[in-house]
């Protein structure tokens, strides 16, 4: 089939934001996005309808094909006309299912204003149904419903159409258990504002059943919450059946106007009686409702699943080519007779599906009418996305609050502000773009070129001295210009050729124009992340004209506004790009020439007044990482560019060069670290890359003492050769023996833990509004991290490495070099150690009351009356001063500012002397907390109270004078920090020491037969299940299961081996997981000799892990390698 709409007829389509809508299609794994897609794109003619469905051809890149799962997020503009004879220009994003690529997903929902949600009608709703509801839910956009997978049912379950009528409707609940769970969720969260569906979009009009909404005013007592627009029905509308492989779907809709001419029944009767209780009344005629009650069938089976089911039993089931024929000619369809005669039922099926209820305009229907067009953005979410960075849209500059008219008019006009917004950046090969593509000719210039070379023939018969067989290049006439181009078959690149030292990609934003027009040329303004329209205001009010740096790499610290110039602009379709001359509001285009502006995702605007938009939020964390180097040396330049353009082609990659000069990469899991190396290899970098293993990250704990030894013995060895007060409490003197310091470590509770985790922000907020806004934390901030911890190792490892006794300790704290002093205080002053930045700008010091009102709860509630009682002098937190670790004051007369409360305006507080030395046993606890003493990894959940801290002034210290001191020890700030850092690490050790792993939540979907199979990897891998339910109807299993992260490599294709390919795993990361055993745990007991030998070589996974990670980074092991060694014999080969 020819293309049936051209570029230029896109893109007049464009101008009418009215008519364009803007969606993505969203859901689990493997059910069937793309090859809805498929569907839709034939319809356009883009695709043959035969390969449809087959070809996945938005899945554009190879490793995509050969894995069969999407990895980008990709576009395409399509053309639908409606029943009514309206055109309407549709931008299709397609986005992956697995959940490493859930960034793709942020960055499709963020563009568009509807979505379709697919469920696999076997599998029903799945981990990622889940996530992507929820995400399109908080990201305010309205979803439509595809039940997709029908024919499974049939072909796989054999269901029967009654049953298979109660199987889709368990799954339709399913679905709205999650809608009423957010609903729900949202409403209780902000009693007094209107959920963002439920009011937004232009169908909200159609009137709800009055009982329900009587129901809801009762039950929850606000007059505006009709919840009825949030849940999917067919009645409504909003609901489709299908099939995307056999190329078919079907709304009720269809089915009530082919019946209520048939049966003389009212179309609006039946469009609310076919899905649901009803069944016909044969002798009356009437539809009467309780069909299940009175064993009759309803409707929904007796129309329409039971034909759909005659289909596929004579085509598929019992291959009766009569019965097929029979069908053809009653459905009055025109299938040609090679696809009636073709042996593959699928053929057959697809030939008759596809004329018969044709799945793209059902879609596009169902888009078009219940989706909101582009110009139709409500107004609460055009004020939710300029009020990212404030706390509500009233607070915002009156410049910015003016912008909100154009958003929600999507004014496309000359004069309206320009405000565009990039979420990704995506890198295209130079070759592709339509610039540099060789253009096949049209029909005038071929029509023209067979003129002129008919010209130039008959001149040269008509030339005298023309000898036959004699070229003109053979009689030394040179060819002009013009006949050479007529020589070659296609028109030439217009741009000269890319210069050999271009890098092969360029990128390309994904963005959408929300109000203005753009215009290639175009200068705009790229806001920063932190850009602050109020400040930028005020700038701009003082100097007259906004000074913006050329590129992100010139932008001068405290400034985030650069500029750039829009240099090119395309229509995304699909695996092509078509350029355009304007994108006025509404529209999702591409955007060249912003490589040296976006990193990841901007704002682009002709106005400061306008606010960033909020960044992308993406429910996965980057938890694998692995370091990667060239496996030429010296391929490495290439690999640091390729790494660079890595970093701005991914939305959930994390690049950073450590201190050693390790480049390592980020990513969210092992599919997705192999796309990135394979885009670095191929791509990226152009060279073979080597990756380490991958790195997992652990952390540190302390735990209360075990009760019961290894073999369930009671320990009842008494501890008590020290007083209760002083076990488990370590004091330290610095060497110029002029402070000391007293600590103890105490495991916090888990909840606890979770309320620090939960508040991070928050105290990050509280930390530096005491300690003055240091105004920190650029766009590199992750980078300089990195560096930052990579130094802080070293200068750690060298400032008390394993401080076991208490002279060692000393004497390395006397190495401690004055540099090394300087360089630590440094670090920890620059932005190195900056905390996350307060959300909005401001603290709220009555969360931060109830946040401590809640810590002291808890921790009374968990039995620890000490800490809760302390609860108002936490000293601070770490790492990174926001981190789940609390360092408490409990120093005998030293009262402190509080740190939930604001600090007070006049300094009039008495200096206590220790006030001086504050920040030093801060800035040691930081240290400690960032690298414990196990593997130097991060701690967690553990409380340091600071018992005692005495600070004697230099003259009475009895050693020499202060300068004397100062000299031999270095500045006693330096000396603090270093001794509240030993103590810290020395009362941790003092405590029962556990190690921590990252665990994966993992979901499974398999068949019974391959149940057990699974159960056995998992178990081997130190996994545990936590439930696996038989899925409603079908004979597969849904399990649940917790992995440790480090043993979960290569799990999917260990679990694919083992079952034949019949379960693949999805990997979350869900929480962190404390080990029971001791790392150091040797047997003592006699119990423990006879169980475990005197080796007690039996696997202690604790310190296996904590030795990988020790060995890894050069840290010393304790490891005997050849321990009772025997004396080695070689045996005789005597045959
Ligand atoms: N039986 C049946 N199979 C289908 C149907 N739709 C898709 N499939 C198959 O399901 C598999 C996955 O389809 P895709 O379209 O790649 O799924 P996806 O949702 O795009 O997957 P990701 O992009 O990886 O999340 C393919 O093998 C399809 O052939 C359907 O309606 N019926
Ligand atoms: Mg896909």
Known sequence: ?????????????????????????????????????????????????????????????????????????????????????????????????????????????????????????VEGVCAQTKAVLRQAWTEGIRPVLVLNKIDRLVLELGLTPLSAHLHLSQVLEQVNVVMAELFTTEFLERPSAPPPDAAAGPDTSEPADPTTRDMADWATGLEDADDSAVYF????????????????????????????????????????????????????????????????????????????????????????????????SSLRLTVSARDLRSTDSRVQLQAVFSQWLPLAPAVLDMVVTHLPAAASLSEERAQRLLAATASSFDRLPAETRALLPHFTRCSGADDAPCIVFVSKMVAVDRAELPEN?????????????????????????????????????????????????????????????????????????????????????????????????????????????????????????????????????????????????AAPAGCVVGVGGLADHVLKSATLASTVACPAFSELSSAVVPIVRVAVEPARPADLPRLVAGLRLLNQADACVRVTVQESGEHVLVTAGEV????????????????????????????????????LDMVNEAIEEARA??????????????????????????????????????????????????????????????EEDEVASGRRRRLLSEAASEPQAGEELEKSETELSEKNRLELHQLLSAGGEAPPEPAAGTVSWSRARRCRDELRRRLAAAGRHQLAELADSVWSCGPRRCGPNLLFNAVPGYARLSLWAPPPDSAAEPPSPLAAFDDCVVHGFQLATAAGPLCEEPMRGVAFVVEALAVRPAEAAESAPAGAAAAVCGPLSGQIVSAALAACRRAFQAQPQRLMVAMYQCQVHVTGAALGRMYSVIGRRGGRVLHGDMNEGSHSFSVTAYVPVVESFSLAQELRKETSGLAAPQLVFSHWETLETDPFWVPTTEEEYLLFGQKADTENAARRHMNAVRRRKGLAVDEKIVEFAEKQRTLARKK
């Open 1 to 121: 089939m020819p293309r049936t709409v051209t570029p230029a007829q896109l893109s007049a389509l464009q101008r009418h934001p009215e008519h364009v809508r803007n969606i993505c299609i969203l859901a689990h794994v493997d059910h069937g996005k793309t090859t809805l897609a498929d569907a839709l794109v034939a319809s356009n003619g883009v695709i043959s309808a035969r390969l449809a469905g087959r070809l996945r051809y938005l899945d554009s890149r190879p490793d995509e094909q050969r894995r069969g799962i999407t990895m980008k997020s990709s576009a395409i503009a399509l053309h639908h006309a409606d029943a009514a004879g309206a055109h309407h220009l549709i931008n299709l994003i397609d986005s992956p299912g697995h959940v490493d690529f859930s960034s793709e997903v942020s960055t499709a929902v963020r563009l568009c204003d509807g979505a379709i949600v697919l469920v696999d009608a």
């Open 233 to 328: 029905s067919p009645d409504a509308g909003n609901v489709l059946f299908a099939s995307a492989y056999d190329g078919w779907g079907f709304g009720i809709k269809h089915f009530s106007k082919i019946y209520s001419e048939k049966l003389g029944i009212r179309e609006e009767v039946l469009l609310k009686t076919l899905w649901g209780d009803y069944y016909l009344n044969a002798k009356t005629k009437r539809i009467m409702k309780g069909a299940q009650e009175k064993a009759k069938v309803p409707l929904f089976v007796q129309f329409i699943l039971q034909n759909v089911w005659a289909v596929y039993e004579a085509i598929a089931v019992r291959r009766d080519r009569e019965a097929t024929e029979k069908i053809v």
């Open 437 to 581: 593509r060789t253009r096949p000719l049209t029909a005038e210039e071929m029509a023209r070129r067979r003129e002129e070379a008919r010209r130039r023939h008959a001149a040269r018969a008509a030339a005298p001295d023309n000898e036959p067989g004699a070229g003109s290049e053979a009689a030394g006439v040179p060819l002009s210009e013009q006949q050479m181009a007529a020589l070659r078959l296609a028109e030439p690149a217009t741009p000269s050729e890319p210069a050999a030292a271009d890098p092969r990609d360029v990128f390309v934003a994904f963005a959408r124009v929300f109000s203005g027009t753009v215009r290639p040329g175009q200068r705009l303004f790229v806001l920063g992340p932190k850009h602050d329209p109020a400040v930028a205001l005020r700038r701009l009010a003082a100097a007259g004209a906004v000074s913006a740096a050329a590129s992100l790499a010139e932008l001068p610290a405290g400034q985030h506004v650069t500029e750039c110039s829009v240099e090119s602009l395309y229509l995304l379709m699909g695996r092509a790009l078509e350029p355009l001359e």
């Open 672 to 707: 997705h670290l192999q796309r990135c190396l394979d885009d670095l290899r191929e791509r990226f970098a152009g060279c073979e890359v080597v990756a380490s293993p991958p790195i997992v990250p652990f952390r540190e704990t302390i735990v209360e003492p075990p009760q």
């Open 721 to 782: 050769e020290q007083p209760e007060a002083a076990q488990g409490l370590v004091e330290v003197t610095t060497p110029s023996r002029q402070a000391t310091i007293a600590v103890r470590a105490v495991p916090l509770p888990p909840d606890v833990v979770e309320l620090l985790d939960a508040s991070a922000d928050l105290l990050a907020g509280l930390h530096s509004r005491r300690h003055g806004d240091s105004g920190g934390g650029d766009r590199h901030a992750d």
